[in-house]
């Protein structure tokens, strides 16, 4: 699971409880405006490390752009940061106060003294942690009169400084050529041309000639199959290729061979015609992704009269049966139509799992029918005095209702047609219902519905699906800063609330006629002191006597889960918390696998594999738990992908390039962790010593890899693609392609060149192949473009890319490069400023590369 911020934990001091927003006080002598006051603002690092602690030292400057006086009070600042972004001066003119998770407050204190037009107020702050890039800056300003407390006035003008030092170590243009520098150039005719790497591949010299004439022929039981490849092939062709169930001569064939593996397939490509053999729709649907790989990716580029295919023998099966991908849609909300689209990309590189993270603190996002609170308070983020109508703004979601991505849902139809659209190409969809923590979104939703029907005089109905104890007076604080945010399970209606769901849920699938086989239920991040003055839950502990402590309720919650999903014919699937116990030790906490649930057929998504938890996977896997692969260290497509400012994303476990899903070694990860945290070689292995591997019979138990996206960055479709792509090609990879032979000794000389070898070819496979298809690929995708590499050498520059393929293009007048700049094809002599970008085959660019290239002093 996503810890946002969870590495200023170390030196973050407990926040204060909930706060309400101000009520007016203003000065008896002066009459406060509420309209729009023109604010600037600006936010500037000043130091990190600051008084050698792991803080760092902030400026906020606040202007008058208006042309009248911003008063001294009366008034508030509304943003996101970390609760731990405090002013450094004790008498400062404003104070900051944490009112929920990321969500703070700016007030002015009695030294803030009335700014005047053009004026400035300059305000040193100190936070945890360090700032690598711009995730962790404070976002999301908006301005709120006392006067109208249920009003926010968004501020547009904010600059966010990027530091004119490297404070914390930012790879450099350097860095990146020296890492490139090992990938060898691979001759495109030499490529594997059907992608993920099949078990089986030869070339046979015998292409096919495709055109819009040709035929695709199916046995009856491949039609859906058949009718997906037709349509793809009419956005290559003026026409759709014509589906029929006979015929002779020239044609694509779809053919029912037996025998073969579920998801199993044969390709054969010759002059007179292409055949796909497979058992299962699965299958021939996976030859027919296979086939689509096979077409040169610059047939996407335009309408073309006729097609190359190269001659090919395939047989191919996956390696592994659960192939995951996960989005999250609460944080920020994502349309149906993005939805659909990233399902056309895992279907084409043989994904199966799309595990969809439905709900959290921060948003509810699917219809649940009688329960109408959930999406209209649950799922919209705005400024609210008491979130009765919808939630407080999260991630920088601003003031205005319905106007960002913090507010969106699926309608019962919207979750139907996705479900319709994943089940045709062979995706599994889980859906995820986030308990007993990470649900604020839900506990407020239905706190809303208790409302309105406790007006109504509707006791018992208001009560049906309440998800907290009304006395309960337990205090924490989640890693996410929420302190209401929890699920209190000694509650019967927690358990209503969550059958009805679940039913609701089930309903849907059926209607889609979708399968589905599990429901996640969660289970991660639940903070100490949850429940312990609880009334319902001190109740329930006294008249159950296997509940002797708090810690108890983690199993009887699950345990009733459990059994209401078997009667449903259903198991559960969750974070790695719903398989582990507590167990304290000397007054250490620590985590084991809970025998208890061992024999349940629980799936677990284990993410934690850093610190303590290096081993946690292995040992959930050698105790008889399903477990899913979600190593944060090689899986998690949120890290930002370089250690850079102006990179994207976030960086509390690392940072992730497409690198390391690919090297990532499932069955013996630990010889895959290559760097540290900081994205440093790593050179001290003594938190391997004693760590649990991987028993040859658990095996078995390893079902699967995925990769999660979650959203507290991700506002846009844009972006989102940003950080999925390339990424995630590397997990395609590993989860599909047989195990590489670098994998078995990967220390050894032989293992380091094989390596080598088959991360050049991947490398010149995404960049000359897949990803100038996905340029075009279902509208195209707006994956990201590795920045240049670049160094300069005896009065020389010299660069180079990630992805062989690309374009480098380069400037001597300090202009940006454009996709008509001079092409790089050998060291640049000119002296001066040189700027260099990539270009991919669509022509757009990645950011910028600068280089100083002075003249040698003789």
């Not at 495709?210 to 009856?220: E, H, I, N, Q, R």
């Not at 312990?532 to 159950?544: I, T, Y």
């Not at 991987?694 to 507290?712: C, D, F, T």
């Not at 062989?804 to 001079?822: C, L, N, Q, V």
């Amino acid at each position: 699971m996503n810890h946002f911020f969870v590495f200023l934990l170390s030196s973050l001091s407990i926040c204060s409880p909930a706060q309400t927003p101000p009520q007016e006080k203003t000065s008896p002598n002066r009459t406060v405006q509420t309209a729009q006051q023109p604010l600037r603002l600006s936010w500037e690092v000043l130091e990190e490390k600051h008084q050698g602690k792991n803080q760092t030292l902030s400026v906020f400057t606040i202007k008058n752009a208006g042309t009248t006086s911003l008063p001294a009070t009366g008034w508030s600042l509304y943003f996101h940061s970390t609760p731990s972004f405090k002013p450094t001066d004790a008498n400062a003119p404003v104070k900051t106060e944490s009112i929920n998770g990321d969500f703070l407050r700016m007030v002015p204190t009695a030294a803030f003294k009335e700014l005047a037009p053009g004026a400035s107020q300059r305000i040193e702050f100190v936070a945890a942690g360090q700032i690598v890039n711009e995730s962790r800056a404070p976002r999301g300003f908006y301005l709120v009169w006392d006067k109208e407390p249920s009003k926010g006035h968004t501020i547009a003008d904010v600059q966010i400084i990027k530091p004119a030092r490297n404070m914390v170590g930012w790879i450099e243009s350097k860095d990146i050529y020296v890492q490139n520098s090992a990938i060898q150039e691979v001759a495109t005719e030499k490529l594997t041309k059907v992608f993920p790497t099949p078990a089986q591949y030869k070339e046979t010299e015998q292409p096919f000639v495709l055109t819009a004439a040709v035929p695709v022929v199916t046995d009856k039981a491949f039609q859906n199959e058949a009718a997906l490849l037709a349509a793809h092939l009419g956005t290559i062709f003026s026409a759709k290729p014509e589906v029929k169930t006979s015929g002779t001569g020239k044609a694509i064939r779809l053919q029912k061979k037996n025998g073969m593996g579920p998801e199993a397939y044969e390709l054969q490509v010759t002059s007179q015609e292409i055949i796909i053999s497979a058992t299962t729709p699965a299958g021939a649907f996976y030859g027919t992704q296979s086939l689509k790989t096979l077409v040169p990716p610059a047939a996407l580029a335009s309408k073309q009269t006729s097609v190359t295919v190269p001659g090919v023998q395939v047989k191919d099966a996956p390696r592994f049966g659960h192939r995951a991908f996960m989005l999250d849609v609460a944080r920020n909300f994502h349309k149906k139509e993005q939805v659909l689209r990233v399902l056309d990309m895992m279907a084409l590189y043989k994904l199966n799992v799309f595990h969809f993270h439905l709900n959290d603190d921060e948003g509810w996002r699917v219809e649940i029918p009688g329960l109408p609170e959930l999406t209209q308070v649950g799922g919209r983020r705005g400024h609210t005095v008491d979130e009765k109508n919808f939630l407080r703004p999260a991630y920088g979601s601003g003031p205005e209702v319905d106007q960002s991505s913090g507010s969106g849902f699926y309608t019962k139809a919207d979750f139907v047609e996705i479900l319709k659209y994943a089940k045709a190409r062979h995706i599994k969809v889980i859906p995820e219902v986030e308990t007993p923590g990470h649900a604020r979104a839900a506990i407020k939703s239905m706190d809303a519905r208790y409302d309105r029907l406790m007006k109504e005089g509707k006791k018992a109905e208001a009560e049906q699906y309440l998800l907290r104890d009304l006395n309960d007076k337990s205090v924490y604080r989640s890693v996410q800063y929420f302190n209401d945010n929890v699920i209190n399970v000694a509650l019967p209606s927690a358990y209503r609330f969550l059958e009805k769901v679940t039913d609701e849920l089930l309903a849907m699938y059926k209607e889609a006629g979708a399968p589905i086989q599990t429901i996640h239920f969660g289970g991660d991040e639940v903070p100490n002191g949850v429940w312990e003055k609880s009334p319902e839950v001190q109740k329930l502990m006294a008249s159950n006597p296997s509940l002797k402590n708090i810690d108890d309720l983690w199993y009887y919650f699950f345990g009733k889960l459990n059994t209401m999903l078997e009667k449903r014919k259903l198991y559960l699937s969750g974070w790695e918390e719903i398989g582990l116990s507590k167990v304290r030790t000397n007054g250490r906490l620590s985590y084991v696998a809970n025998p208890q649930f061992v024999k349940e057929n629980f799936h677990v998504d284990v993410w934690n594999n850093q610190g303590a938890n290096l081993d946690l996977p292995y040992r959930m896997a050698n105790a008889g738990y399903k477990v899913v692969l979600t190593n944060v260290s090689h899986f998690y497509l949120d890290l930002a992908y370089q250690k850079e400012y102006d990179e994207k994303g976030l960086y509390w476990g690392g940072f992730l390039d497409v690198d390391k899903p690919f090297y990532f070694i499932p069955y013996d990860y630990m010889k895959s962790i290559r760097v540290n945290d900081d994205n440093k070689p790593l050179t001290n292995t003594a938190a391997f010593a004693g760590k649990e591997q991987l028993k040859p019979a658990a095996r078995g138990n390893i079902v699967g890899l995925q990769a999660p996206l979650w959203s507290e960055t991700i506002t846009s479709p844009d972006r989102l693609e940003y950080m999925l792509l390339p990424k995630l090609l590397g997990l395609a990879e590993r989860a599909w392609a047989p195990d590489p032979v670098w994998a078995t000794n990967p220390e050894s000389g032989q293992s380091k060149a094989a390596y080598q070898q088959a991360w050049s070819e991947f490398v010149n496979v995404l960049g000359k192949r897949e990803l100038p298809r996905l340029s075009y690929y279902a509208g195209g995708f707006g994956y990201r473009i590795p920045p240049v590499g670049a160094q300069v050498q005896d009065g020389k520059v010299l660069a180079n890319v990630q992805f062989p393929g690309m374009t480098i293009r380069y400037t001597t007048d300090g202009s940006e490069p454009t996709a008509t700049s001079k092409v790089y094809s050998g060291p640049v002599l000119e002296k001066g400023t040189i700027k260099l970008a990539t270009f991919d085959a669509a022509g757009r660019a990645s950011r910028v590369t600068t280089v100083e290239n002075r003249q040698i002093p003789q």
